[in-house]
Structure formats: C-alpha cells, structure tokens
C-alpha cells in the first residue's frame, strides 16, 4: 500500500479531483450536479410515506410489501438505487436499524446517514444493547416490548414504519409526517406529539 | 470470559465487540462539511460510471490499518479508499498522484 | 432454495484467516444457529465485487437469530441479519 493514500485527506480529495477532472471521469459541474441531487433525498421524504401508511392501510400494505415501489408511487426517485425494506413497529415489537460494517443507509428515502449512525458507539453496541443505545435519546419503551434488531448486511436498506402517537385523530398527511424523524424510522427514537 | 475477543474478525466488523461497548454515542447533528459532500458525490459519480462499485469501496476502507480506520472520519475513510481502488485499477499512477498532489 | 422456518447454521468459517477478503457475514454469526425468515432475492457475490472479479448472482435470506445465544447479556429479543446462501448450512 502507497505511502500516497496517507497524504492528508484534503489535499488527496483535490489531487484525485484534479486527475478525475482531467480525464474527464468526474467534472466540477458532475460533482454539482451529483450534490444537487443527493440534496433531494431526505427524512422528509419518509415521513410523507409513514404518514400515507397511517392513513391508507393499501399503502401501508405496499409499503410492507415493496417499499422502492411504494416511494415511487409518492414521486420519490427509486432508480437505481437498493431495494428498500420497511420494518412495521407493533404494540410488542419495536424494531431497530443498525449497519455493524459499515453504514448501509436508507439514503433514498431519508437523505444523508447522520454522523451517530456511522459511529463505532452505534455500529458495536446496537445489536447487543439497544436499549442501552435507546437511552443515548432518551428512548424508553413500554415494559415488555421486544426490540428486532436488523443489521444491514446486503443490498436491501431498511426503514421503520413506527407507530402513529395517540392524540393525532383526524390530522391530515402534511401534519402526521412533520411529526416523524429520521430518528424513529431508524428506531432509536418513536414519533411523539411536540 | 473471552467472548469474540479470539476471533480472526476483521477490524471494521465491530458489531457486539466489548471493547467498544463502553463508547458513548453523539447524538447531536453535525453539519456535513464541503469536504463530505464533495467526497459523497464523487463516489456517486464513480459508481454510475462503473469506474468503483460501492463494494470495492468498502474493501477500500476495510484495508485501511486500524489506528487510521479509527482515527480518520467517515469521509476521509473514503476518499483514502477512493485513491486506493483509481490506483488498483489503473485509472491513475503512482506518478500521476504524486504529480497531482504537488501542483495542489 | 431455504425455505422459511428452515434452521440454518452459520459457516463457522474464518476466510480473513486466509488473506485480503470483503466478508458481509458479520464475525458474531459464524457457527451461530438461526432460521430463516425469508428469500429476499437474488444478487451478486459482494465478496467478488469488492475486487473487481466476476461475481456469480446468489440467493440472499433474512435469517433471524436468538441474541442470547451470542450473547448472555443480549438485550434485543431478536436480531435479523441479510445473508447469502454459501454462509448458511441447513440443519
């Protein structure tokens, strides 16, 4: 291995740019373009399909059962990207999102993996104690819950479908989704009313 | 009691292992930086043009040495495994690099 | 094809031992017993892709595993991972 890949990491991202620019593999207006659009992609756009899951038990079915297509059926570009599975929080089972290896991430759906997701904290400890991982958020469970943990090991990308909060009777799509996080469709937090 | 502590397991496979059971977690967000986002969507680039998948990414950032892994933040493992596989594959020298990194 | 509900074990198989390699079949299922959830689809070898070799499509389960048998002081009630057929012999 190069003593090259140890050069700092600032100056090796403008080398390579400079290589890749200069070949005409990656071009500054690519790299714009590319940040354009992974700019696009958010949470928000998972909490609009948690939200037409609480409110529409066919979506809510698709959802469960194909979650790329339920998100392109909603207008959120799926192309090209890995299938995505959705994991339905219950009144027994509440499920949580974690990538032991790396950091596999539902990015089409909800946007950049925050900074705790791709820490050693999060990656060692979430499978072996969630709980104790919850209470980083100050997560605490109704007693006998049991927590799935699924860890992102392959192609799919996972998302939690979590449970709609008590009190929000007749709120429509709009005012459901500005309720859910990234936090509680990954399972470290569960929507609440503010 | 030993636990995993035996297993051959590679460095980035950290899923239950008790030495890093006692890290807190940051929970706070933190403003991706110019560098993250340019990195990021290099790695898109390279991907659509099948010039690095994102799995010879991974193996990229796996072969860094463990201090490193551990010390460099998440996008600073990429762009040191994105150098990493352009030079596996011949798509830049050694010398291009070295070039590249002087007149930067 | 595994069937769900088919108990399965875990290769308790160490390639890292063996020279670079690119494993996603996480260090604390190997020889670990679990059963299978369901077929998620077929996709290509990571192992393979990960160095730009050809890489043969395999069949990917979810597989679901008791913590407490890893683990004596698990605290999930289950734990799910995606694993491709090569890993996993039937019992």
Redesign the interface.
């Known amino acids: 291995m190069t003593a090259l890949l140890e050069a700092d990491s600032d100056h090796l991202l403008a080398a390579i740019r400079l290589l890749l620019a200069e070949k005409q593999i990656a071009t500054d207006d690519e790299i714009t373009l590319a940040r354009e659009r992974t700019d696009k992609a958010s949470p928000a756009q998972g909490a609009r399909m948690v939200a037409r899951a609480w409110l529409d038990p066919a979506f809510r079915a698709l959802m469960l059962e194909d979650g790329a297509k339920a998100a392109d059926s909603l207008g959120i570009p799926m192309l090209g990207l890995p299938p995505l599975g959705v994991l339905e929080n219950t009144e027994t089972t509440h499920n949580l999102v974690v990538c032991t290896l790396c950091s596999c991430y539902p990015r089409g759906v909800l946007g950049y993996p925050p900074f705790w997701f791709k820490s050693v904290g999060y990656r060692a400890r979430a499978i072996r104690d969630p709980a104790g991982v919850l209470a980083e958020w100050n997560t605490v469970l109704p007693a006998g819950t049991a927590i799935r943990v699924v860890d992102s090991t392959a192609d799919y990308r996972w998302m939690v479908l979590p449970r709609r909060p008590a009190g929000t009777d007749g709120w429509d799509e709009a005012r459901l989704a500005s309720l859910v996080s990234a936090e509680d469709m990954i399972g470290v937090t569960v929507p609440a009313l503010p | 009691m030993s636990e995993m502590s035996e297993t051959p397991r590679a460095m980035h496979d950290i899923g239950g292992v008790p030495r890093f059971l006692c890290e807190g977690i940051d929970t706070e967000p933190h403003t991706l930086t110019e560098f993250d986002r340019t990195v990021d969507a290099l790695r898109q680039i390279l991907g659509g043009k099948k010039v690095m998948s994102v799995d010879e990414l991974r193996r990229g950032i796996e072969a860094i040495p463990e201090a490193e892994y551990l010390r460099l933040s998440y996008y600073q493992r990429w762009i040191r495994s994105i150098a990493d596989n352009l030079l596996a594959r011949g798509v830049i020298t050694e010398a291009e690099l070295q070039a590249a990194l002087a007149r930067c | 094809m595994l069937e769900a509900g088919t108990a399965v074990r875990v290769r308790d198989d160490?390639p890292?031992?063996r020279g670079?390699c690119?494993?996603?079949?996480?260090?604390?299922l190997?020889g670990h017993t679990g059963t299978v959830i369901r077929h998620?689809?077929n996709?290509r070898n990571?192992e393979d892709?990960?160095?730009?070799r050809p890489a043969a499509t395999l069949p990917?389960y979810h597989v679901a595993f008791a913590?407490n048998s890893?683990?004596p002081?698990?605290?999930?009630?289950?734990?799910?991972?995606?694993?491709?057929e090569p890993w996993l012999e039937p019992l």
Not at chain 3, 49 to 52: D, E, H, K, V
């Open positions: 160490w890292e031992t670079p690119h494993i996603r079949t996480p260090h604390y190997r998620l689809g996709f990571p892709l990960a160095f730009a990917l913590p890893i683990w002081d698990a605290g999930a009630a289950e734990l799910v991972v995606e694993l491709f």
